[in-house]
């Protein structure tokens, strides 16, 4: 619950809160495709979606995008609403990820490949279009298309973050199609390839519960 006092009072007197587990409330959940935690979403008062805060977000700035949010600015309507007229890659993976977040993944893919098709296909907003898209093929149970897609950002984003983060997906995408042999090579691979990474203890745990080890006790 928020211990930060200008948000206790934009509650008590500016919106109202309800608190929801989504991991019991199964069915709001759903309807607000919600994927992540924190998730704030705000409504109007018939429970349609003005826009959401995905994540954690300074007191401050919180406050502020909600408020911009009960005015119209900033939501995906006013972001579409200024597509019509202006163009540009930072407004179009705004959109996109405005879709992703709400569960319009055929929707995301499109504003995605806008992203990709408008600039140079190998520069940084081109690796973080193409790790959500096969993220959203991951989470869609769709693992064949997820792995081609992150074994393709692997070959053309090769010595970058985008590589890194695309392989371990791979190994992840893996363990979820239940293929251990394959899960733990990938596992391996990405520790050989990248044993610096701040993912190298979550990668250890993973081929340990793979192979059916006791973890160690922390």
Same mark, same amino acid.
């Given at each position: 619950?928020?211990?930060?006092?200008?948000?206790?009072?934009?509650?008590?007197?500016?919106?109202?809160?309800?608190?929801?587990?989504?991991?019991?409330?199964?069915?709001?959940?759903?309807?607000?495709?919600?994927?992540?935690?924190?998730?704030?979403?705000?409504?109007?008062?018939?429970?349609?979606?003005?826009?959401?805060?995905?994540?954690?977000?300074?007191?401050?700035?919180?406050?502020?995008?909600?408020?911009?949010?009960?005015?119209?600015?900033?939501?995906?309507?006013?972001?579409?609403?200024?597509?019509?007229?202006?163009?540009?890659?930072?407004?179009?993976?705004?959109? !996109? =990820?405005? @879709?992703?977040?709400?569960?319009?993944?055929?929707? *995301?893919?499109?504003?995605? /490949?806008?992203?990709?098709?408008? &600039?140079?296909?190998?520069?940084?907003?081109?690796?973080?279009?193409?790790?959500?898209?096969?993220?959203?093929?991951?989470?869609?149970?769709?693992?064949?298309?997820?792995?081609?897609?992150?074994?393709?950002?692997?070959?053309?984003?090769?010595?970058?973050?985008?590589?890194?983060? !695309? =392989?371990? @997906?791979?190994?992840?995408?893996?363990?979820?199609? *239940?293929?251990?042999?394959? /899960?733990?090579?990938?596992?391996? &691979?990405?520790?050989?390839?990248?044993?610096?990474?701040?993912?190298?203890?979550?990668?250890?745990?993973?081929?340990?519960?793979?192979?059916?080890?006791?973890?160690?006790?922390?």
């Amino acid at each position: 619950m928020f211990i930060d006092t200008a948000v206790i009072d934009f509650f008590a007197n500016e919106m109202v809160l309800a608190k929801i587990n989504a991991e019991e409330d199964s069915l709001l959940k759903e309807q607000y495709h919600i994927s992540g935690y924190p998730t704030s979403v705000l409504t109007d008062k018939d429970g349609n979606e003005i826009d959401r805060i995905v994540g954690y977000l300074p007191a401050d700035e919180y406050l502020q995008t909600l408020r911009d949010y009960s005015n119209g600015i900033g939501t995906l309507d006013d972001l579409l609403r200024r597509a019509e007229t202006e163009t540009g890659r930072p407004l179009y993976f705004e959109i !996109a =990820e405005k @879709y992703k977040y709400r569960g319009g993944s055929d929707e *995301a893919q499109l504003w995605f /490949a806008r992203v990709i098709e408008a &600039g140079d296909p190998r520069d940084s907003l081109s690796g973080e279009s193409r790790v959500a898209t096969a993220d959203m093929f991951r989470r869609a149970k769709d693992y064949d298309r997820a792995l081609e897609e992150f074994s393709q950002i692997m070959s053309d984003f090769e010595g970058t973050m985008f590589a890194q983060d !695309a =392989e371990i @997906y791979r190994a992840i995408v893996y363990r979820q199609k *239940a293929d251990t042999a394959k /899960a733990i090579a990938a596992f391996e &691979g990405y520790l050989e390839h990248y044993p610096e990474s701040e993912d190298t203890t979550y990668a250890l745990r993973q081929i340990k519960k793979l192979k059916g080890e006791e973890e160690e006790d922390e």
